[in-house]
Structure formats: C-alpha cells, structure tokens
Nanobody, 120 residues
Framework: QVQLVESGGGLVQAGGSLRLSCAASGSILRINDMAWYRQAPGKQRELVAGITSGGRTNYADSVVGRFTISRDNSKNTVYLQMNSLKPEDTGVYYC??????????????WGQGTQVTVSS
C-alpha cells in the first residue's frame, strides 16, 4: 500500500556530488521520521542520516559536513545531498520512513535502494 522510490544514484568520481531523492506514495496518513541508510559490499547496513517530522537531523560521523538531509512534506519526499564524495561512500543507499496509514499503527518502510558508486 505504501511505496518508497529512490532516485539519483549513479557513478561519480571522488570529490563529486550526488543528490538522492525518495518519494513516498500510497494511502499515507502521516510520515514521521525519514532516513537514509547505506550498505557497502560485505558490510552491515548503517544509518547515514535521519530527519524527524519536525526537521531535526542526525548524521553518521563519517558524513558530517559533507551530506545534508532534508525533506519536503508537501511532496512526501526526503533528499540527501552528498558532496565531496569518497570511495568509501560507495554502496546501496536505502530510503527509510516511519509511516502511518489509515487504521494502523506507524510502521517502518524501506525503498528498493539505489546504487552509489564513487571511483577513486
């Protein structure tokens, strides 16, 4: 009933930038927290950045000062601006959102993921 669709991934050279977008659609009553996770080959999925419904943000130490998370509530969309990309940023980036649909409690939803590859 709820779908998260990511876009904006791709291949960039170290030092470059990418902007990821994730749009939620479906029978959405309310979107609470939204976040971006990533998973590199052979590593566990980790939180990259999160943003609450009130706009409070948090970042992984490795991306502070380089990445910026934002959201547009009117579009049910969360963004991740990634600057000064490093090869270690390579991985599959997943959109995550806590969403309430009609008649149910809030649940956590995941996007399909978008590949980000940073060449050295």
């Amino acid at each position: 009933q709820v779908q998260l669709v990511e876009s904006g991934g791709g291949l960039v050279q170290a030092g470059g930038s990418l902007r990821l977008s994730c749009a939620a659609s479906g029978s959405i009553l309310r979107i609470n927290d939204m976040a971006w996770y990533r998973q590199a080959p052979g590593k566990q999925r980790e939180l990259v950045a999160g943003i609450t419904s009130g706009g409070r943000t948090n970042y992984a130490d490795s991306v502070v000062g380089r990445f910026t998370i934002s959201r547009d509530n009117s579009k049910n969309t969360v963004y991740l601006q990634m600057n000064s990309l490093k090869p270690e940023d390579t991985g599959v980036y997943y959109c995550n959102a806590v969403i309430t649909v009609g008649g149910e409690w809030p649940q956590r939803y995941w996007g399909q993921g978008t590949q980000v590859t940073v060449s050295s």
